[in-house]
C-alpha cells in the first residue's frame, strides 16, 4: 500500500492552479458594489465556522454557561506551537494526556480514563477503540473543542474521561489563504498550503482547500515518517433559508522503522533499566502505512419561527498494512549480559469503514411567560471492521543483548493471508435536551438519549452477538450569580461498550456508571479572560482492567468498579491586549472497589500553561512559552515507575511584512528525559528539537 511521496508534492501543485483562479477573481472583485441584498446571504454562509459551542449539550450556550467543563485549543495556539498532527495539538489542552505508547498508536486520556467519544463538527461519531492509529494531520480544524466529563448526550456512548470534538476549517466569505515551509531538527521537512475563495460573484458559493506534505525522521533509530493530507469542502446558499455544504479529506501516512509495543525496563533483578533515549526494539524491515478519507454532507435549513434543522451524513474510511516486531522479556534483561529478549514479528491489515446519518433540529419556545431554547434530534451509524494477519514461520525469537542492531532478524517469509476479526457495529440514537429559563438568573438544561447498540461478527474464532438498548439522562443548573459570575452542577450516566477481551475470548460487558460535576465559571476584563473551577466524581462498573496473558499470548481482560474524583482549576484568555494565557491544574484520584490505587499510569498533578506576548512597541513581535509538569507515575503491571517531570516548548514570530512571517519553534526546552507513556508503557520521548516555519500569505 505504500505510496510514492509524490501524493502530497503533486496535490500541492494542483492547489496552487486552484488558488490562482480565485486570485485573480479577488482582484477583479474589488470595485464591485456587493448589494445589501448579498451582504445577508454571505454572513449566512458564515454561521457555520463562526459558530459557538454546541459540544455539550447541544444548544447554542457559551462556554462560560455550560454546565460542564470546557476547553478549546484556538487554530492560534495550533499555529504559534507549531502543532501540525493532533497528538501535539491536543497537547495543549487542559485536562488532557496524550498517552504515545508506540510510534504508530496513542490513546488520548482524561481523569484518569481513555477518551473513547469523538465528535466532529458537533456530531457524535462511531465508537471504537480509543486509539489513534498514525499520526493525524491538524492543518484541517479550525479548533479543537476538548469536553472534559461523561457526555453521552451527543455521542451516545462514553465513559467519565471526556469527548473531543474536532471542527473542520470551512470557507470564509473573502478570498484568502497561505503557503509555508518548515525545516527542523531530524531532517523534518514541510510544506502546507491553505486557501478560501469566493466562488460566485454574489458570494453564494465559496470553497476552501488545504494540502501538507510532510517528511521526518526521528529521535528513535531506525524511525522514518511521511505523510500526505488533502482537504476540500465547498458551501453553498441553495436558497434565502438553506445551504448546503460537501467536504472530503484524505491522508496517506507512511512509516518505516516502527515500534510494536515499547521498550523493556524491567532487569531480572528487580531494578528498572534505563537506555539512552534513541533506543528502539525495531527491526530495519518493519512498516506501518494508513491511510485515512472522509467525505461529509451537510444541509443546513431555517424553518419558521427560527427554527434551524441540520441533516448530515459523514463517511470515514481507514485502511493499514503493518509489519511488526515485538520485544518482550519473561524473567527480565540479565544486567551484565544484556540478554533475556525475545521477538515476535507479525503482520497485520485492516479495512475499516463507517456511515453516520445525522438529523437534528434546534429552536425556541415559549412557556410560562418565557422564552427557552430546545434541540432534539435522531442518528444513525454502521461500521464495519476487517482484520487480517499472515501466518509467520517463526516466533518467540532469542534476540541478542539489547540494545542489539536493527538487522539482527531477518523479514520472515510470510505465509497465507486469513480473516481473524470480522465486526459490524450499528449505533440507533433518539436524543434531546432543553434549555428552561426558570428566572432571569437560574436555568436548567435537562437532556436524554436513547440508544440501541449491536455488535456482532466474528473475532479471533469466537462469535459475537451483543445487543444493547439504554437510556441516558443529563441534567444540569446554572445560576448567575452575577452577570459574570456562573455556578452550575450536573449530571450525567456512563455508558460505554468495552473492546477488550475476557479470558474465553469474549467483550466484555459495558461499563456503567454515573458522573457529577460542580463548577464556577467567572469572566473578567470584560469577558476577555475565564475561570473555571471545577469538582467531580464517578463510579464506573465492570472497566475493563488488565488481567494477564492467555497461553497463546494473548493479552486478556476482567472487569472492575472505580471511583475516581478530582478538581480542575482553568485560566484562559487575554490578561492585557498582547498577553494571552492558559493556565490550568487538574488533580485525580482514582480507586478500585477495595480502595486500592487504579490507574496509577495517569498522574494525579498536572499543571499545562501556555503564554504568548505580542510586543507592545514592536507589535510584528510574538513570543511565547507553553508546556506541561505532571507528577510521578507507575505502571504495577509492567513493573515501570517514572518521577515527575517538566515539558516546556516555544515560539518566536516575526511578521516581515503583511504578508510574510517567520516562526521558530524549540520543544523540550530543557531536554527532559522521560517515558512517552505509562498507561501501556513506550519508548522515550523525544529530546531538545526545533523547526524553522516560513508563510506567505495572499
Same mark, same amino acid.
Given at each position: &500500500?505504500?505510496?510514492?511521496?509524490?501524493?502530497?508534492?503533486?496535490?500541492l501543485v494542483l492547489a496552487m492552479g486552484f488558488m490562482v483562479q480565485p486570485f485573480?477573481?479577488?482582484?477583479?472583485?474589488?470595485?464591485?458594489?456587493?448589494?445589501?441584498?448579498?451582504?445577508?446571504? $454571505?454572513?449566512?454562509?458564515?454561521?457555520?465556522?463562526?459558530?459557538? #459551542?454546541?459540544?455539550?449539550?447541544?444548544?447554542? &450556550?457559551?462556554?462560560?454557561?455550560?454546565?460542564?467543563?470546557?476547553?478549546?485549543?484556538?487554530?492560534?495556539? $495550533?499555529?504559534?506551537?507549531?502543532? *501540525?498532527?493532533?497528538?501535539?495539538?491536543?497537547?495543549?489542552?487542559?485536562? $488532557?494526556?496524550? @498517552?504515545?505508547?508506540?510510534?504508530?498508536?496513542?490513546?488520548?486520556?482524561?481523569?484518569?480514563?481513555?477518551?473513547?467519544?469523538?465528535?466532529?463538527?458537533?456530531?457524535?461519531?462511531?465508537?471504537?477503540?480509543?486509539?489513534?492509529?498514525?499520526?493525524?494531520?491538524? =492543518?484541517?480544524?479550525?479548533?479543537?473543542?476538548?469536553?472534559?466529563?461523561?457526555?453521552?448526550?451527543?455521542?451516545?456512548?462514553?465513559?467519565?474521561?471526556?469527548?473531543?470534538?474536532?471542527?473542520?476549517?470551512?470557507?470564509?466569505?473573502?478570498?484568502?489563504?497561505?503557503?509555508?515551509?518548515?525545516?527542523? +531538527?531530524?531532517?523534518?521537512?514541510?510544506?502546507?498550503?491553505? =486557501?478560501?475563495?469566493?466562488?460566485?460573484?454574489?458570494?453564494?458559493?465559496?470553497?476552501?482547500?488545504?494540502?501538507?506534505?510532510?517528511?521526518?525522521? #526521528?529521535?528513535?533509530?531506525?524511525?522514518?515518517?511521511?505523510?500526505?493530507?488533502?482537504?476540500?469542502?465547498?458551501?453553498?446558499?441553495?436558497?434565502?433559508?438553506?445551504?448546503?455544504?460537501?467536504?472530503?479529506?484524505?491522508?496517506?501516512?507512511?512509516?518505516?522503522?516502527?515500534?510494536?509495543?515499547?521498550?523493556?525496563?524491567?532487569? +531480572?533483578?528487580?531494578?528498572?533499566?534505563?537506555?539512552?533515549?534513541?533506543?528502539?526494539?525495531?527491526?530495519?524491515?518493519?512498516?506501518?502505512?494508513?491511510?485515512?478519507?472522509?467525505?461529509?454532507?451537510? %444541509?443546513?435549513?431555517?424553518?419558521?419561527?427560527?427554527?434551524?434543522?441540520?441533516?448530515?451524513?459523514?463517511?470515514?474510511?481507514?485502511?493499514?498494512? #503493518?509489519?511488526?516486531?515485538?520485544?518482550?522479556?519473561?524473567?527480565?534483561?540479565?544486567?551484565?549480559?544484556?540478554?533475556?529478549?525475545?521477538?515476535?514479528?507479525?503482520?497485520?491489515?485492516?479495512?475499516?469503514?463507517?456511515?453516520?446519518?445525522?438529523?437534528?433540529?434546534?429552536?425556541?419556545?415559549?412557556?410560562?411567560?418565557?422564552?427557552?431554547?430546545?434541540?432534539?434530534?435522531?442518528?444513525? +451509524?454502521?461500521?464495519?471492521?476487517?482484520?487480517?494477519?499472515?501466518?509467520?514461520?517463526?516466533?518467540?525469537?532469542?534476540?541478542?543483548?539489547?540494545? %542489539?542492531?536493527? *538487522?539482527?532478524?531477518? @523479514?520472515?517469509?510470510?505465509?497465507?493471508?486469513?480473516?481473524?476479526?470480522?465486526?459490524?457495529?450499528?449505533?440507533?440514537? !433518539?436524543?434531546?435536551?432543553?434549555?428552561?429559563?426558570?428566572?432571569?438568573?437560574?436555568?436548567?438544561?435537562?437532556?436524554?438519549?436513547? &440508544?440501541?447498540?449491536?455488535?456482532?461478527?466474528?473475532?479471533?474464532?469466537?462469535?459475537?452477538?451483543?445487543?444493547?438498548?439504554?437510556?441516558?439522562?443529563?441534567?444540569?443548573?446554572?445560576?448567575?450569580?452575577?452577570?459574570?459570575?456562573?455556578?452550575?452542577? #450536573? =449530571? +450525567?450516566?456512563? =455508558?460505554?461498550?468495552?473492546?477488550?477481551?475476557?479470558?474465553?475470548?469474549y467483550y466484555l460487558d459495558p461499563t456503567k456508571g454515573v458522573n457529577y460535576e460542580?463548577?464556577?465559571?467567572?469572566?473578567?476584563?470584560?469577558?476577555?479572560?475565564? !475561570?473555571?473551577?471545577?469538582?467531580?466524581?464517578?463510579?464506573?462498573?465492570?472497566?475493563? /482492567?488488565?488481567?494477564?496473558?492467555?497461553?497463546?499470548?494473548?493479552?486478556?481482560?476482567?472487569?472492575?468498579?472505580?471511583?475516581?474524583?478530582?478538581?480542575?482549576?482553568?485560566?484562559?484568555?487575554?490578561?492585557?491586549?498582547?498577553?494571552?494565557?492558559?493556565?490550568?491544574?487538574?488533580?485525580?484520584?482514582?480507586?478500585?472497589?477495595?480502595?486500592?490505587?487504579?490507574?496509577?499510569?495517569?498522574?494525579?498533578?498536572?499543571?499545562?500553561?501556555?503564554?504568548?506576548?505580542?510586543?507592545?512597541?514592536?507589535?510584528?513581535?510574538?513570543?511565547?512559552?507553553?508546556?506541561?509538569?505532571?507528577?510521578?507515575?507507575?505502571?504495577?503491571?509492567?513493573?515501570?515507575?517514572?518521577?515527575?517531570?517538566?515539558?516546556?516548548?516555544?515560539?518566536?514570530?516575526?511578521? &516581515?511584512?503583511?504578508?510574510?512571517?517567520?516562526?521558530?519553534?524549540?520543544?523540550?526546552?530543557?531536554?527532559?528525559? %522521560?517515558? /512517552?507513556?505509562?498507561?501501556?508503557?513506550?519508548?522515550?520521548?523525544?529530546?531538545?528539537?526545533?523547526?524553522?516555519?516560513?508563510?506567505?500569505?495572499?
Open positions: &500500500m505504500k505510496p510514492n511521496k509524490g501524493f502530497a508534492l503533486s496535490t485573480a477573481l479577488a482582484t477583479e472583485q474589488q470595485n464591485i458594489e456587493i448589494k445589501d441584498e448579498n451582504i445577508e446571504k $454571505i454572513q449566512i454562509i458564515g454561521v457555520r465556522y463562526n459558530r459557538v #459551542s454546541q459540544g455539550a449539550t447541544g444548544l447554542t &450556550m457559551e462556554i462560560a454557561e455550560t454546565p460542564q467543563s470546557i476547553s478549546v485549543v484556538s487554530n492560534e495556539q $495550533i499555529t504559534n506551537f507549531g502543532a *501540525d498532527n493532533l497528538n501535539d495539538a491536543l497537547r495543549l489542552a487542559t485536562g $488532557i494526556n496524550v @498517552e504515545e505508547w508506540e510510534t504508530n498508536r496513542t490513546q488520548y486520556t482524561s481523569r484518569g480514563f481513555e477518551i473513547k467519544s469523538t465528535q466532529i463538527d458537533g456530531v457524535g461519531l462511531p465508537n471504537d477503540w480509543g486509539i489513534v492509529t498514525g499520526a493525524m494531520e491538524a =492543518y484541517g480544524y479550525e479548533e479543537i473543542e476538548v469536553i472534559r466529563g461523561a457526555n453521552g448526550q451527543l455521542t451516545g456512548v462514553g465513559n467519565s474521561a471526556g469527548t473531543i470534538n474536532y471542527v473542520r476549517k470551512r470557507p470564509k466569505n473573502e478570498n484568502e489563504g497561505e503557503v509555508g515551509v518548515s525545516y527542523g +531538527s531530524d531532517d523534518f521537512k514541510r510544506v502546507q498550503a491553505d =486557501y478560501s475563495a469566493l466562488l460566485t460573484d454574489d458570494g453564494r458559493w465559496a470553497g476552501r482547500v488545504v494540502m501538507v506534505a510532510e517528511d521526518k525522521e #526521528s529521535h528513535l533509530d531506525g524511525l522514518e515518517n511521511d505523510r500526505g493530507y488533502l482537504y476540500g469542502v465547498v458551501d453553498g446558499q441553495l436558497t434565502d433559508d438553506s445551504t448546503i455544504t460537501l467536504g472530503f479529506s484524505h491522508q496517506d501516512a507512511n512509516t518505516d522503522g516502527n515500534t510494536w509495543g515499547g521498550l523493556v525496563y524491567n532487569y +531480572s533483578d528487580g531494578s528498572q533499566a534505563e537506555w539512552d533515549q534513541s533506543a528502539s526494539t525495531t527491526q530495519d524491515w518493519t512498516m506501518w502505512d494508513t491511510i485515512n478519507t472522509t467525505a461529509f454532507v451537510e %444541509y443546513a435549513y431555517v424553518l419558521p419561527n427560527d427554527w434551524d434543522l441540520t441533516v448530515s451524513y459523514n463517511h470515514q474510511k481507514f485502511e493499514d498494512e #503493518s509489519k511488526l516486531f515485538y520485544a518482550f522479556t519473561i524473567d527480565g534483561i540479565d544486567k551484565d549480559t544484556g540478554l533475556g529478549l525475545y521477538g515476535m514479528p507479525g503482520r497485520y491489515d485492516t479495512e475499516f469503514s463507517a456511515n453516520l446519518l445525522d438529523i437534528t433540529t434546534i429552536g425556541e419556545y415559549s412557556l410560562l411567560g418565557r422564552d427557552h431554547e430546545i434541540t432534539f434530534g435522531l442518528s444513525g +451509524s454502521q461500521s464495519a471492521k476487517k482484520m487480517y494477519q499472515y501466518a509467520s514461520p517463526y516466533s518467540f525469537v532469542p534476540l541478542p543483548a539489547f540494545p %542489539y542492531d536493527l *538487522d539482527v532478524v531477518p @523479514e520472515p517469509e510470510w505465509g497465507d493471508k486469513t480473516e481473524y476479526a470480522d465486526i459490524d457495529v450499528t449505533l440507533l440514537r !433518539a436524543f434531546g435536551s432543553t434549555k428552561f429559563n426558570l428566572t432571569d438568573n437560574l436555568f436548567t438544561v435537562i437532556g436524554f438519549n436513547a &440508544m440501541k447498540y449491536t455488535r456482532e461478527g466474528i473475532n479471533s474464532g469466537v462469535d459475537i452477538d451483543n445487543d444493547e438498548s439504554e437510556i441516558s439522562p443529563y441534567a444540569g443548573i446554572v445560576y448567575n450569580i452575577t452577570n459574570d459570575i456562573n455556578a452550575y452542577v #450536573s =449530571y +450525567s450516566d456512563i =455508558y460505554q461498550p468495552q473492546e477488550q477481551y475476557d479470558y474465553e475470548g460542580f463548577g464556577v465559571k467567572t469572566q473578567w476584563l470584560d469577558n476577555n479572560l475565564l !475561570a473555571t473551577f471545577a469538582v467531580f466524581s464517578a463510579q464506573q462498573e465492570n472497566l475493563a /482492567s488488565y488481567a494477564g496473558l492467555t497461553p497463546t499470548g494473548q493479552y486478556y481482560y476482567k472487569g472492575i468498579d472505580v471511583e475516581s474524583k478530582g478538581v480542575e482549576v482553568e485560566l484562559t484568555g487575554k490578561l492585557t491586549e498582547n498577553l494571552n494565557v492558559v493556565l490550568a491544574y487538574t488533580f485525580i484520584d482514582v480507586e478500585d472497589d477495595e480502595g486500592n490505587e487504579a490507574n496509577e499510569w495517569a498522574a494525579r498533578n498536572v499543571v499545562n500553561f501556555s503564554v504568548d506576548y505580542t510586543l507592545p512597541k514592536m507589535p510584528e513581535i510574538a513570543i511565547g512559552i507553553g508546556g506541561k509538569w505532571q507528577s510521578e507515575t507507575r505502571n504495577a503491571d509492567y513493573n515501570v515507575d517514572q518521577d515527575a517531570y517538566l515539558l516546556m516548548n516555544a515560539f518566536a514570530r516575526w511578521d &516581515m511584512t503583511e504578508r510574510l512571517s517567520i516562526r521558530a519553534n524549540i520543544n523540550n526546552l530543557t531536554d527532559e528525559k %522521560y517515558i /512517552s507513556s505509562l498507561a501501556t508503557v513506550g519508548a522515550y520521548g523525544a529530546p531538545m528539537n526545533g523547526s524553522v516555519n516560513l508563510t506567505y500569505r495572499f
